[in-house]
Nanobody
Framework: QVQLVESGGGLVQTGGSLRLSCAAS????????MCWFRQSPGKEREFVAS????????YYGDTVKGRFTISSDNDKNTVSLQMNSTKIEETAVYYC????????????????WGQGTQVTVSS
């Protein structure tokens, strides 16, 4: 059974940085796509970034390209999301997700989810 546990959320000022982590068990990064989504109240869950093939391939949503970086530590089975130059509109619950197979931006395709971690960007 795949289990995902996020950590690192909190309060950050506009333009600041925050690093989220996802501890995974029950899956191997070589065959799973690991992903971050986010969801604000009243909005659909939004794709943020994904990493697959043990870190060899990364993919980013258009709104975070150049500011966020997804990475994995295959020895520790963790996936991180480094968030830089944060914006107020990026206040959301950030979720770690996993699926067996290739990356996709469709949240319904991801089989496993963490409980989420709140990120609040303040002015």
């Amino acid at each position: 059974q795949v289990q995902l546990v996020e950590s690192g959320g909190g309060l950050v000022q506009t333009g600041g940085s925050l690093r989220l982590s996802c501890a995974a068990s029950g899956c191997t990064f070589n065959t799973y796509t690991m992903c971050w989504f986010r969801q604000s109240p009243g909005k659909e869950r939004e794709f943020v970034a994904s990493i697959t093939r043990g870190g060899a391939i990364t993919y980013y949503g258009d709104t975070v390209k150049g500011r966020f970086t997804i990475s994995s530590d295959n020895d520790k089975n963790t996936v991180s999301l480094q968030m830089n130059s944060t914006k107020i509109e990026e206040t959301a619950v950030y979720y770690c997700a996993a699926r067996h197979g290739k990356t996709t931006v469709a949240y319904a395709a991801y089989e496993y989810w963490g409980q989420g971690t709140q990120v609040t960007v303040s002015s």
